[in-house]
């Protein structure tokens, strides 16, 4: 930095997408970046002439836009990446991932495998995260030294776990969490029930009354499946939407992940509520989930966000395949190839997963104000020229191996597509160390 302008950096990228507003496209204009804040956004000839001697990146074939928010991620399966494929979601939960979590689940685990997700997230230009896993402590351990930002989740869940022997401790130990870490601006939470299916009226209650007291949004798996409110139906006579209603549990705190089983009344319920909506399509395509109605929740105006599920079902953390994935899906659904268009995809991927969470006042959208986590693309490459559309180029063409820069908080994290802090080989030599464990838990179970 000068010593005229000790803490301003400067970005000027050929193309600027601030998503807000949400088709809004700026050519040769700069980001100002002040102690780790988008302090101005001027045409780049202004910012030269006002602040010649600041710190300069110049990205003269690149796009830049807000730090990718993968909504719903497991970061530590991770390490489960590919042990069970091609079944649907509850053989494989049941016979394969249950039982290795069983054995292998503890700090060493949820570290390694959120170090190696955060690492993965981090090159593909995500900057935050929100994670739902057993032993958050480590997985803020891992995203911290990575330099993200993470809404954790404090899972709930009726079976014992290795982290907690019932819900009551669950939720004890994440009080404690909070409680530890509520100073952190780059540390959420969140309470994370896991689904109607695994979580009982009495649990439920108690997390909707700490969401109340807490302000915590509630991260929960919801109608995943076509089995799931089958299933409801014939034990209690009610779809679990309608149970969650019941329980008080259907209100703006409430972020419900993949949703492929909804009917007009819930979609319309859900809008009333202020209920969001975080949308996983390649997970519930490769377990053959279903389809959210992502175009019939966004008219109704539903806050729709996005991510990628963990690596075990999906079976990467790729935001930007994951955003061509749910544009490309929504439009057959819909029978109409101009729902859920590049643009859409582009917020749900940034602020409409940061809305979900509480987290749109700082993140999301290139805005005086929030904090500059910002990521550059270079779209000088075969495969995504010629650009006339960046927004449909960065959603239809680009590969998440043209990132090339990476800011969290002002701070360049990735420069000309290279880490500048992280041991990569190292993360993976310590990842690689859990195979032949899996594979003997596997085989023992």
């Known amino acids: 930095m000068t010593a005229d302008h000790p803490h301003l950096r400067i970005l000027a990228p050929r ?30 000839d202004v910012a030269r002439a006002r602040f010649e001697t600041a710190e300069w990146t ?78 958050p402590e480590a997985a803020i351990e891992a995203t911290l030294e990575a330099g993200l930002r993470g809404v954790f989740g404090i899972v709930v869940i ?36 896991h689904a109607p299916y695994t979580v009982g009226d009495a649990a439920l209650k108690r997390v909707r009354t700490l969401s109340d007291q807490l302000d915590l949004p509630v991260h929960m798996h919801v109608h995943e499946t076509a089995h799931e409110v089958e299933q409801a139906v014939a034990a209690s006579g009610e779809r679990p939407l309608a149970r969650l209603d019941r329980l008080g549990l ?14 007009e009344t819930e979609i319309r319920q859900i809008a009333r509520a202020g209920t969001h909506v975080l949308h996983s399509p ?8 279903g389809f959210c109605p992502v175009a019939r929740l966004l008219d109704a105006g539903v806050n729709v966000g996005l991510g990628t599920d963990g ?18 899906i929504a439009k057959p659904l819909a029978e109409d190839a101009s729902v859920v268009s590049a643009h859409e995809a582009l917020h749900m991927a940034t602020l409409g997963s940061a809305r979900a969470f509480g987290l749109d006042d700082r993140i999301g959208s290139i805005e005086p104000g929030k904090r500059a986590d910002l990521v550059a693309v270079n779209l000088d490459e075969p495969e995504t020229q010629p650009v006339y ?36 080989r190292a993360i993976i030599e310590r990842a690689r160390t859990w195979h032949d464990p899996i594979v003997r838990a596997r085989t023992n179970r």
């Open 15 to 44: 193309w600027l997408i601030p998503i807000a507003p949400q088709d809004l496209v700026l050519e040769d204009h700069a980001v100002v970046i002040r102690d780790g804040e988008i302090d101005a956004i001027l045409p780049r």
């Open 389 to 424: 559309d960046p927004v449909t180029t960065l959603v239809y063409s680009t590969s998440r191996r043209q990132v090339s820069h990476v800011w969290v908080d002002g701070k360049p994290l990735l420069s000309g597509g290279r880490l500048r802090h992280l041991d990569t």
């Open 58 to 135: 110049d990205l003269p074939e690149h796009a830049l836009i807000p730090g990718l928010v993968n909504g719903h991620t497991h970061a530590a399966m991770t390490l489960m990446r590919g042990i069970a494929g091609d079944l649907p979601l509850m053989t494989w939960l049941e016979d394969h991932i249950w039982p290795v979590e069983g054995q292998m689940l503890g700090m060493d685990f949820v570290r390694d495998g959120t170090m190696l997700a955060a690492l993965e997230m981090l090159r593909g230009g995500t900057t935050c995260m929100a994670d739902m896993y057993f032993f």
């Open 158 to 193: 009726d079976a014992p776990n290795p982290w907690a022997a019932s819900p009551n401790e669950a939720l004890s130990k994440g009080i404690d969490l909070i409680d530890q870490w509520r100073d952190h601006p780059h540390v959420e939470f969140a309470l994370a029930p």
């Open 250 to 263: 259907i209100n703006e705190h409430l972020v419900a992940v993949h949703m492929t089983q909804l009917e």
């Open 311 to 328: 690596a075990a079902s999906n079976n990467d953390l790729d935001m930007f395949d994951e955003m061509r994935t749910a544009a490309l």
């Open 282 to 289: 390649q997970s519930n395509l490769k377990l053959a989930s």
